[in-house]
């Protein structure tokens, strides 16, 4: 029998927080290569994905990327940021644990599967990322060349991403008991 799940005052807490330190690890900028810098806030979410699942990830990227937006000038991409991330966080977190923090923790998953469904989260969400902002760009500049040059920027944030959360998520994961 399957029961709805609801957010309880515990969730709201936790994605509040979430949403923030999303927030933080965007505005933390990596140099990368000549002149180019990555954030870590699909670090942050793609690591949330794996150790909390869809529910929180997508809440927290939701949040905290468009307030990321919000606070840092960046409004015209406020809603864009909000929708794409948050699915993102979703798609990381449902394809990696579940939908729901405890779902996967009666699970007998094995740490070699747990990073191959980890790794095809991450692939999966940057993909949605790099579709949606690709849109988001073209929108907000009216100019598809702009977007187009947009893409490598996008792609190098997402494997950094993806690299910081497969080192980082599964051992957080069993630390964290989840």
């Given amino acids: 029998m399957n029961v709805i799940r609801k957010l309880n005052v515990r969730d709201i807490v936790f994605v509040g927080m ?8 965007t505005t933390i900028k990596v140099p990368f290569g000549v002149g180019a810098m990555v954030h870590l806030g699909s670090a942050f979410l793609y690591t949330t994905g794996i150790i909390f699942g ?5 809440l927290a990227g939701a949040i905290g990327s468009a307030f990321y937006d919000i606070v840092m000038g960046f409004s015209p991409y406020t ?11 979703l798609i990381v977190g449902f394809v990696a644990k579940g939908l729901w923090p405890e779902a996967s923790r009666n699970s007998k998953m094995t740490g070699a599967q747990l990073m191959i469904r ?3 989260a991450c692939v999966l969400a ?6 949606g902002y690709i849109l988001a760009w073209w929108y907000v500049t009216g100019s598809l ?6 893409i490598p920027s996008s792609l190098m944030t997402s494997s950094a991403g993806l690299i910081v959360a497969l080192i980082l998520g599964p051992r957080l994961r069993k630390i964290i008991g989840q």
């Fill in 118 to 120: 980890a790794f095809f």
């Fill in 79 to 89: 809603l864009w940021s909000f929708v794409i991330k948050g699915i993102a966080g």
């Fill in 18 to 25: 979430l949403a923030a330190m999303c927030t933080i690890a």
């Fill in 54 to 58: 869809g529910v929180y990830a997508g």
């Fill in 145 to 150: 060349a702009t977007a187009i040059a947009n």
């Fill in 126 to 131: 940057a993909l949605w990322t790099l579709a």
